[in-house]
């Protein structure tokens, strides 16, 4: 209900809550930080004429994902402030 809101409001599905950081290298992943240890991704590949249409695909955390349209690269993490070494209770 709450997408569905926002989708009201004028702004589109995807262009919500989505993290933006520099295109992903194997040398260099685009970091997705989560509290879980699994997370559905979608890529939308770079800028401009760079772009594709989304691409989904689940990562783990600590493991990498290579997008098979555009070769960008992704590694799961942890949030900010928060190590895997730490005790969490919820």
């Not at 685009?30 to 691409?55: L, M, P, T």
Request: glycine content about 14%; charged content about 30%.
């Amino acid at each position: 209900m709450i997408r569905l809101d926002k989708e009201y409001s004028g702004r589109r599905l995807l262009d919500i809550d989505h993290p933006e950081s520099p295109f992903g290298t194997k040398e260099s992943p685009a970091v997705v930080q989560s509290y879980f240890d699994k997370r559905n991704i979608g890529c939308r590949g770079g800028e401009g004429e760079d772009g594709h249409d989304v691409v989904w695909f689940w990562l783990d955390k600590g493991k990498s994902f290579e997008c098979p349209v555009c070769s960008q690269y992704f590694e799961g993490g942890p949030p900010d402030g928060h190590g895997d070494d730490e005790d969490h209770h919820h």
